[in-house]
């Protein structure tokens, strides 16, 4: 896979904004995509592509600064005039070019501006760039995301790379802000597709900053097949397994640094709830819990006020018994049988909370169910990004 | 009804935090609770009496500054200790003593010191003291929230006069944090309590500062028959249309003052859905604009950022057709077939904005139901309300 970035000039001045990464003719392409009912022209282009089984050379273009979303037929004349001109530049087909676009919603895509660079990105094509390119996806995020992993294959090492942007508008359904991850396995699209949808389930559909769910959610997959490994046929065959652990590894990372870098965050807090009634319910209580403002206020201010954790997951719709309920800070029992745990002493849940790292733990105690997410905290910082950035 | 406040010294040592209201023989009552699975001992003891038919002279008793939320079973046996003395001192059944409590959960009631002052509230009971009843179950409010409407049934003039309290932990479900409502009509109980759901689904449980649900909403209507008008038989008939347009216009008027004391609260804003395919889903895009950080923070910074407000409509769940959506800052037209309308101009959006009362409509464009919700602005003061403020 070779990559390149470039500065457009679409918002920012002084820094790159447009990405491209090329993929050798062979490669099968997976992609997940958010779930919003009013979804940019760019994610419905890449899903009406991305079920075909063609696996001829491929291209994915992102730019930051513009979310061309809510846009109406002017954002698609933008997907379709990007695309175009990006499958002549590179001698690829149309339906092989994926695109996404994140930034500011409503306003139009000065296009124009990326396809005066198309020659120079494609000249700039390197292997060596996945880093530039995964800076240049930025927008509120305060750093770059990537992360790989090298799995064996029959023998054969096989790598995986991912980047991913994000940092406000994180509650993902489906898929996260934006997410690309590369292998050089050799995986046919379906099997492929089915190791996303498994693993971006319970990595990046288990984080949330703020609850709010982007128009632009897009995360692909994509298997060159270049490594000499043997085709992996199946999820469920040991070099599918193989394979599933370190693409899993890739995508827990990057959601993981996605949180670390929350708009505003202070705090990583990660929240298991079991005991649940049904995997849905403890997956609800966890998500209550993680969104609620008044949890993420009290993390902030290293209060360790464990009420209002009882307050989120009364609320939630989940199956709850306030007496059966437990709530551990790390490994402090604070709560359980309906109230505060005899043993527990407000000075040690206190001292806990000044960590930047968190752990809460919540057992419902009713069933044989959980589920893990992940969060961070809701600050003056939050607020000084989003009253006064437009994003 | 007459009414007495307190201080009792249970959190605050400057300020009353006991209120309570003598209902005199005859009266009715009605009362809509919070659906949290995590819901408080007086909350499930209200519950538990409400329903029975049962007239005789009643007492409401509630404290600020301790919630006797997820308290086990101390917390209810201070909810029986409580109504034990009350039904003692006013010489009435304990099963027509309602009681409520709010504040920091997960903390011990101290009832003793509220029984120690029993005599003196007694003696203390009037009818002009329903204001600083009104401020003894303040928490972080900042103001007393009352309400008064006065109608004819057959040629009487009935009086119904409310408050309640509440500024944050608010997305009440059936119910809002405290709230009591007396009138002097005439009404049984099963027709005083269906007024009583009807009006809270279109004033209380349409209202949100945080998302976030109590443990002790509570909304309780009293009818004392005393004003000699007829007894109203129905909500259908002319006499129950009167009163429920007086109860609705006490509800309402609450409901507003409780989001315009919304936590560190800047801004007052209803957002009223139309075009949608049901009455559920227009109540549940406008709740996700309403409760939406993004879109909170850009009202705090008095940004005309409609693409948020597309964002949190397609988070919604609610059926949509981007293509479909128009939107307007009060009269003027923003957005409209899925883009910005080509007379909107930024300007005339960013000085609507500046005002501190906002309405914000959105068409979905698909059916023809519609909901209108009231919430507020997300700032800088709510964080520090809350990350500092152990509630």
Chains 1, 2 share one sequence.
Not at 108 to 132: C, E, F, T, V, W
Request: with cysteine; hydrophobic share 45%.
């Amino acid at each position: 896979v070779r990559f390149a970035a470039i500065g457009t000039g679409l918002k920012y001045d002084d820094r790159h904004d447009v990405m491209l990464a090329e993929l050798v003719p062979g490669t099968t392409v997976a992609g997940v995509f958010t779930k919003s009912a009013t979804r940019s022209a760019a994610v419905l282009d890449c899903q009406s592509k991305i079920a075909a089984d063609d696996d001829g050379g491929a291209a994915i273009l992102v730019n930051s600064g513009n979310a061309n979303a809510f846009t109406g037929s002017y954002g698609l004349a933008s997907v379709i005039a990007l695309t175009d001109r990006v499958a002549d530049t590179l001698k690829i087909a149309q339906s092989r070019v994926f695109t996404a676009s994140t930034g500011v919603i409503g306003e139009p895509l000065a296009h124009d501006k990326i396809i005066r660079k198309l020659n120079d990105l494609n000249a700039a094509l390197s292997a060596g760039s996945a880093q530039s390119a995964a800076c240049a996806i930025m927008t509120t995020d305060t750093y770059a995301k990537g992360s790989t992993a090298e799995v064996s294959i029959g023998g054969h090492p096989v790598k995986i790379a991912g980047f991913a942007k994000g940092s406000g508008m994180i509650a993902p359904d489906m898929a996260t802000m934006l997410c690309y991850v590369f292998t050089d396995a050799a995986i046919p699209r379906p099997v492929l597709q089915e190791m996303l949808v498994h693993t971006v389930n319970t990595t990046l559909n288990c984080i949330t900053v703020d609850s709010d769910t982007s128009t632009s959610d897009t995360t692909m997959l994509a298997a060159t097949g270049t490594s000499g490994a043997g085709q992996i046929t199946g999820i469920d065959t040991p070099a599918g397994q193989a394979f599933y652990t370190g693409l899993h590894h890739v995508l827990l990372d990057l959601a993981h640094q996605v949180v670390r870098d929350g708009e505003g965050a202070t705090k990583f807090v990660e929240l298991r709830v079991s005991g649940a009634h049904s995997d849905a319910d403890a997956h609800r209580a966890a998500m209550s819990v993680a969104n609620s403002p008044l949890v993420k206020t009290a993390i902030a201010g290293q209060d360790p006020n464990w009420g209002r954790i009882v307050m989120a997951v009364g609320k939630s719709g989940a199956r709850a018994d306030r007496d059966r309920l437990s709530i551990w800070f790390g490994d402090i029992l604070v709560a359980e049988n309906g109230w505060v745990s005899p043993e527990y002493a407000e000075s040690a849940g206190a001292a806990y909370m000044q960590q930047s790292d968190l752990l809460i733990r919540v057992d419902l105690g009713i069933g044989a169910h959980s589920a893990t997410v992940w969060t961070c905290d809701l600050t003056h910082g939050y607020i000084t990004i989003n009253a006064d950035y437009r994003s």
